[in-house]
């Protein structure tokens, strides 16, 4: 028989890690497009994001049909984390904003199916690119090889609101996060861990 998940961070219930979940306030609003392969992943850090923030919304799917409404926030300056050659920093972009809250837009899920989701959503590839600070590591470093830098999408949401917020703090949402991450690590060795669930 399956274990009993909570339905609110979809944990088995003895691991529900919803206590250690912050509301937190935002003036930017998150918007997280995740690939629908995501969604069974163990670490499913984009769901700890939209739960953790008043002004977030998840969406799972390929091709997101309702995309227009879904951008068309008044008031808000849509901006698309993703990185490459057309990318600015998001301090940069911040610097533009004249207090004019952003709509930041993540797309969840490996670099291929990231990339697939800006195919089948042309609106999304079009939207301006920003991306984060260079060097930041994920706070979580596997003691024997350091991942290279590449952060969850929780880790990069936080980094991000800190950058357009500063000098509000975002750390509070990584608290579930190292919870999971020292469950995870106890429960299925560090080799698998590695194999599966880091990004490159
Ligand atoms: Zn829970």
């Known amino acids: 028989m399956p274990r009993p998940h909570c339905p609110r961070c979809d944990r088995p219930l003895d691991h529900c890690l919803c206590a250690l979940i912050p509301r937190l306030p935002s003036r930017t609003r998150v918007l997280i497009l995740q690939h629908p392969s995501e969604v069974r992943h163990a670490l499913n850090t984009a769901r700890l994001a939209a739960l953790g923030l008043n002004n977030a919304e998840l969406r799972v799917g390929e091709r997101f049909e309702d995309l227009p ?30 207090g004019q809250p952003a709509l930041l837009v993540v797309p969840d899920g490996t670099w291929r199916k990231a990339r697939k989701l800006l195919h089948c959503n042309p609106l999304l590839a079009a939207l301006p690119r920003v991306t984060l600070a260079d060097g930041l590591q994920s706070r979580y470093r596997l003691r024997k090889a350091p991942m290279p830098g590449a952060l969850s999408t929780l880790e990069a949401i936080a980094s991000a609101l800190e950058t357009l917020e500063a000098p509000a703090r975002f750390d509070a949402l990584l608290k579930p996060f190292e919870a999971l991450i020292d469950g995870q690590i106890a429960a299925m060795g560090e080799e698998t861990f590695r194999r599966n669930h880091l990004r490159d």
Do not use: H
């Open 69 to 98: 409404a879904l951008l068309a926030q008044p008031g808000y300056r849509p901006c698309l984390l993703f990185p490459g050659e057309a990318a600015q920093p998001l301090a940069q972009f911040a610097a533009q904003l004249d």
